[in-house]
């Protein structure tokens, strides 16, 4: 047994319709993790795992109630390397069936960002932060 | 400007007390990075990085209504090597003012999972799963 800090594995998304959600994140370039199947989707990425699960399934799994609406609190954020990479990536959302909530734009800590929301309204940041730096495989690094 | 997939960098939480959320995640084993500042905390972990920032301001940067009820639809995930380390993740966060949600326990898919909510009620599973492997940074490498 360690004691090792909590870390972030794996984020999953709860979603109304997992063919929507593996064909919009697959437009995304991310490409699907033979290790799903017909119930769950999983994307490797740098940093961890993105997966994507029943809503219903993933409130049952935590053994909450699944009823639930508005701001969930939590935002996902996809650090780029230009605000023009910025600008590219939010377009492509909007085309793979995402929605634009705030286009790009100059903020107020320097860097440039936006959001877009998925097929199932999860929202998405996408940012140019020139404070922040990537590791080797592309980790955000800040230090 | 490239056509990188999108990627996940960070997920930030949004928080009703500041003070009390970055006290959280450091009793969880967390250093604030010298990055933030009054209003806003990251956590450099191996996959990327954790922020936390006030519910309300984080959905005024999303440009959305900040309401919002019931479940997220989106849990984060811990994996851990061991049963034994999962029962020490989740009882560590009951001790640092987390609340259990689900107590460890074997799981349909074969591993060992449970979920405890951080104070401000994210949701966040604690897995052993034998089946995923971790690369020499400890980021979760599925394949």
Redesign the interface.
């Known amino acids: ?14 979603v109304a319709d997992l063919s929507r959600a593996r064909a919009f ?1 697959t437009a ?3 490409a699907p ?3 799903g199947n017909d119930n769950v989707v ?1 994307f ?8 994507l699960y029943s ?1 219903a399934a ?2 049952d ?22 605000s ?2 910025v600008d ?2 939010i377009a492509r ?1 909007a085309t793979a069936g995402g929605r634009v ?2 286009p790009g734009q100059t ?1 107020f800590w320097g860097g440039y ?1 936006g ?1 877009f929301a998925d097929p ?6 996408v940012a140019h932060n020139p ?2 730096a ?1 590791d080797d ?7």
Chains 1, 2 share one sequence.
Request: charged share 10%; hydrophobic share 50%; with cysteine.
């Open positions: 047994m360690t004691n090792a800090p909590l870390g972030l594995s794996l984020v999953t998304l709860g994140y995304m370039g991310l993790s033979p290790q999983f490797q990425m740098p940093g961890g795992v993105l997966g809503r993933l409130a799994d935590a053994t909450v109630d699944a009823a639930g609406s508005g701001f969930a609190g939590i935002t996902l954020a996809c650090n780029l390397d230009s023009a990479d590219a990536m959302a909530v705030k903020v960002s959001y199932d309204g999860h929202l998405w940041e404070f922040f990537k495989r592309g980790v955000l690094a800040i230090g």
